[in-house]
């Protein structure tokens, strides 16, 4: 067979039982969990769990690399001052 008379491939046996075997999978029709019609309240007085850049401990040195300085002494001492005068924000304004 040569590439002028091959059949396309859309129009072969095996696309053609692909397409006839198309079943929704169950996770994927109910959204997979919480969503629109399926939603998740939280008890009265319960805060979200809500995880920011500023939950876990920083060094210097990572907030100059976050921001796309080049960890040099200069850049890292700059980072600790910031990170000493602003704290979390430092961290939130950078990596939120």
């Known amino acids: 067979m040569t ?3 091959r059949t396309p491939l859309e129009e072969t046996p095996e696309v053609a ?5 198309d079943v929704a999978v169950d ?5 997979g969990g919480p969503d629109s019609e399926n939603p998740q309240f939280l008890e009265p007085g319960q805060e979200p769990a809500i995880r920011t850049g500023a939950d876990q401990p ?3 040195v990572d ?3 976050a921001k796309g300085w080049d960890p040099t002494p200069e850049n890292i001492e700059r980072a600790r001052r ?9 961290i939130e304004r950078t990596v939120p």
């Open 3 to 5: 590439e002028q008379n």
């Open 17 to 21: 039982e692909a397409i006839e075997d």
């Open 27 to 31: 996770a994927f029709v109910t959204g």
């Open 58 to 60: 920083w060094e210097p």
């Open 63 to 65: 907030l100059a690399v």
């Open 82 to 90: 910031e990170l000493e005068r602003d704290g979390a924000a430092a």
